[in-house]
């Protein structure tokens, strides 16, 4: 079993920054892509960007693009999300998500991921 661990998460001031990452450990496994999604109370959960692990291609959602940045270390299967400007609405639990293929391109899909973090808190003021 891959187990996925998320550290980072923190209280900020709207227009500050944070850095959560990320580590995938246990049992060697080949992972394709990772992700970052987010739920913020009473809020359904949502993909914020995705990473894939070879090419380091990425996605980003609307609403983060341009301030929000994902990055990976494949050699120890780790994925970083860098965030800045943050805003009270960024205010969320923050999952990490890990897939171990390819299964299409709906990258907000949950079924699309084998594995989950338990998630960090990421708690922005205005």
């Known amino acids: 079993q891959v187990q996925l661990v998320e550290s980072g998460g923190e209280w900020v001031q709207a227009g500050g920054s944070l850095r959560l990452s990320c580590s995938a450990s246990?049992?060697?496994?080949?992972?394709?892509?990772m992700a970052w999604f987010r739920q913020a109370p009473g809020q359904e959960r949502e993909i914020v960007s995705r990473?894939?692990?070879?090419?380091?291609?990425?996605y980003y959602a609307d609403f983060v693009r341009g301030r929000f940045t994902i990055s990976r270390d494949s050699a120890s299967n780790t994925v970083y999300l860098q965030m800045h400007s943050l805003k009270p609405e960024d205010t969320a639990v923050y999952y990490c998500?890990?897939?171990?293929?390819?299964?299409?391109?709906?990258?907000?899909?949950?079924?699309?991921?084998?594995?989950w973090g338990q998630g960090t808190q990421v708690t922005v003021s205005s």
């Open positions: 998500a890990a897939a171990k293929e390819a299964r299409g391109r709906n990258y907000g899909m949950e079924s699309l991921y084998d594995y």
């Open positions: 246990g049992r060697r496994v080949s992972i394709y892509a």
């Open positions: 990473i894939r692990m070879n090419l380091g291609t990425t």
